[in-house]
């Protein structure tokens, strides 16, 4: 049986909520990646994450790993990376 992830939340320095963790199913869907892809990221290209117990917990916000990802696509000119990059936008925008 899955356990569901209960998201967390800490407050800003505004004292608003603010999630700081994800389930790996939860970030791959806001990012629009599979399972299988964010297993296979290493190195700077994986999101900050934890394991506790035998739950893996992304610590980094979609947003804010979509954003660095486009500055390293800028960087380094990967192509494809910026076609993911542009439809993850996208859909969070809307």
Request: glycine content about 6%.
């Amino acid at each position: 049986m899955k356990r569901k992830h209960t998201p967390r939340f800490a407050q800003d320095a505004a004292g608003a909520n603010v999630r700081v963790s994800w389930s790996v199913d939860d970030w791959v869907a806001d990012v629009g990646i599979c399972r299988g892809t964010f297993y296979a990221l290493k190195g700077d290209r994986a999101p900050r994450s934890t394991t506790v117990g035998r739950r893996r917990l992304i610590m980094e916000a979609p947003r804010d790993y979509l954003a660095r990802m486009s500055q390293t696509e800028l960087q380094t000119c990967e192509p494809g990376l910026s076609q993911m990059l542009d439809a993850a936008l996208r859909r969070e925008a809307v």
